[in-house]
């Protein structure tokens, strides 16, 4: 047997050296280059024999319902047999709840194996005791060594394996300490491997970094099927599950989840949460319709003016982006007719939401020059689109659909891109097509 070799990997990209250097020859990542044992090559597989398209199974779009409709969401409409989901999250934001949760309401005499290397069996029992839950079908096991966990799940015939957490898994091939580099990499591929040969679908936990991105190199996103990251307000009850990769449906889904003492239960209206009805009539408040995955999403954007303190005004910018907050407010001064260059001006996106869209841009404007000449627009007022620098207000994507979800919330008034009016409009709503940012304020207040 040849004996295991030194190398230095990069944690970002997953690239090899020969030797340590400051920056990564691939990613070009500074300091990222760390000191790990590779284990020798194995022995070369059987060759497997080519399948006909045909010949496969009629059962293709088979999936297995998790007992949270938000949750099959985010999947893309449930579990698929033999997928590698990765879920990343802050410590103690309920990961392991959810999925055990998630283990529990698995359909009824479908084996599932919920393997924990963070806790022991009794931290385990207790948990599913306080959010009572009761599923003869899912087997515990405490465990750090990634052969014996694949091996019981083999032996039960398990269907679904949860894992928890990566980071304390460890492959009896490497030398090298769980959570290292070199070790994610293994047992990932190893857990990626048994999934597909087995059609086991595999929940997997993922510790993440200070800056939010699941720890460990990049390349272990990239070799599972979904990605999914737990998102929490500290001030709010309402929890966030977002995918930002998934191959069996559409990214960027989002479920909403809120914690209560007997776990998580879903929110199946998660406009209702981000709305507050006594401020969206006051001055600097507007509400605008966002779309999250595949359904519309009715946020209340506020917008605060004040008197500058400094010779250097303020712009803070929660929720949406900060960089196109400050081009926003040039546009408004040159188009608008509103010159904010000694004020502080700040944006928020109520309820921790986090929107990357630009369809935000013309109720941002209307909510800063609410709050600038303090009167409140329009009662029931809903607006949504993109602004050009040249003062134009541009179309987005589902324009029909975000108006008819305005119109089923009560919203009487909805100013809109002109080319995103439809020619059929919703009953109880009155829709405003508008090309120029300045049209847009005048049908505002």
Same mark, same amino acid.
């Given at each position: 047997?040849?004996?295991?070799? %030194? ?17 990564? *020859? ?5 300091? #990222? ?37 938000? /949750? ?24 392991? #709840? ?8 698995? *359909? ?57 957490? =990566?980071? #304390? ?24 491997? /048994? ?7 595999? $929940? +997997?936990?993922?510790? !993440?970094?200070?800056?939010?991105? %699941? ?7 990239? =070799? ?5 990251? /737990? ?8 929890? =966030? ?12 889904? =989002? ?8 776990? $998580? ?20 408040? %507007? ?25 250097? *005004?303020? @712009? ?41 869209? #630009? ?8 909510? %800063?020059?609410?709050? /600038? ?29 975000? +108006? ?10 909805? +100013? ?8 059929? &409009?919703?009953?109880? &709503?009155?829709? +405003?097509? !508008? @090309? ?10």
């Amino acid at each position: 047997m040849s004996r295991a070799k %030194i190398s230095y990997v990069c944690n970002e990209c997953g690239a090899h050296s020969v030797k340590w250097a400051g920056q990564c *020859p691939d990613c070009a990542a500074w300091n #990222t280059l760390e000191k790990t044992t590779v284990a020798a090559a194995p022995a070369r597989p059987a060759i497997g024999e080519a399948t006909a398209l045909g010949a496969l199974s009629d059962d293709l779009g088979e999936r297995y319902a998790t007992g949270f409709a938000e /949750f099959d969401r985010v999947l893309g409409g449930g579990l698929v047999p033999g997928a590698v989901v990765l879920l990343g999250g802050d410590p103690g934001v309920g990961k392991s #709840t959810l999925l055990q949760q998630v283990a529990a309401r698995l *359909p009824a005499g479908l084996p599932v194996c919920y393997a924990t290397g963070e806790e022991s069996l009794r931290q385990v029992g207790q948990r599913a005791q306080r959010l009572g839950l009761a599923q003869p079908s899912l087997h515990l096991l405490a465990e750090t060594s990634l052969e014996h966990v694949l091996e019981q799940a083999a032996k039960m015939r398990a269907k679904v394996l949860v894992i928890d957490s =990566m980071q #304390t898994m460890s492959s009896s091939n490497l030398p090298s300490a769980p959570g290292s580099v070199a070790q994610l990499r293994e047992c990932v591929g190893r857990i990626v491997q /048994f999934a597909k040969q087995n059609e086991v679908s595999v $929940f +997997i936990v993922g510790h !993440v970094t200070k800056e939010g991105a %699941i720890a460990g190199p990049r390349v272990v996103e990239h =070799m599972v099927d979904t990605v999914l990251y /737990f998102e929490n307000d500290p001030s709010s009850r309402y929890s =966030m599950v977002r995918s930002v990769k998934n191959r069996f449906g559409a990214s960027s889904e =989002m479920g909403v989840f809120a914690m209560s003492e007997t776990g $998580f239960r879903e929110v199946s209206n998660p406009s209702a949460i981000f709305l507050s009805r006594e401020s969206v009539d006051g001055p600097g408040s %507007i509400v605008s319709v966002a779309w999250e995955g595949s359904r519309p999403l009715l946020v209340e954007i506020q917008a605060l003016v004040a008197d500058g303190a400094s010779n250097y *005004p303020k @712009r803070l910018a929660q929720g949406v982006d900060q960089n196109r907050l400050a081009l926003l407010l040039a546009v408004l001064q040159r188009h608008g007719d509103v010159i904010l260059g000694s004020e502080d001006v700040f944006v928020n996106v109520v309820g921790g939401l986090r929107i990357a869209e #630009t369809a935000v841009d013309l109720p941002s404007l209307i909510a %800063i020059v609410s709050s /600038f000449r303090d009167k409140a627009p329009e009662s029931r007022l809903v607006s949504f689109g993109e602004v050009g620098l040249a003062g134009e207000v541009r179309p987005v994507r589902f324009g029909e659909e975000r +108006i008819l979800a305005a119109a089923k919330q009560g919203f009487a008034k909805a +100013i809109v891109p002109l080319s995103n009016k439809p020619n059929k &409009i919703p009953a109880g &709503i009155e829709v +405003i097509g !508008v @090309r120029k940012l300045s049209e847009a304020l005048d049908a505002a207040f």
